[in-house]
């Protein structure tokens, strides 16, 4: 059995999973955040466990700001 390669479309705004293709035409395909409502061509591809890496980069990244702001 062969591992289907799931990619995940992350929005580069909020990074978000939850995006939808929102037209194609003249302009290429482009994407929907449903979380932040952003609209473009420009969305970030990856795998799950790529989008699992970043997930814990950003919480990361989170915590040191709170950091520098307390
Ligand atoms: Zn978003």
Partial sequence: MD???TRLLICPVCYSAR????MGGVMGQMY???DCGYVGSLILEMSFDEYTDLLKKIKREKE?????HI
């Fill in 3 to 5: 591992k289907k390669k």
């Fill in 19 to 22: 995006v939808v293709s929102y």
């Fill in 32 to 34: 929907k955040c449903l």
């Fill in 64 to 68: 040191d700001n709170r950091k520098i």
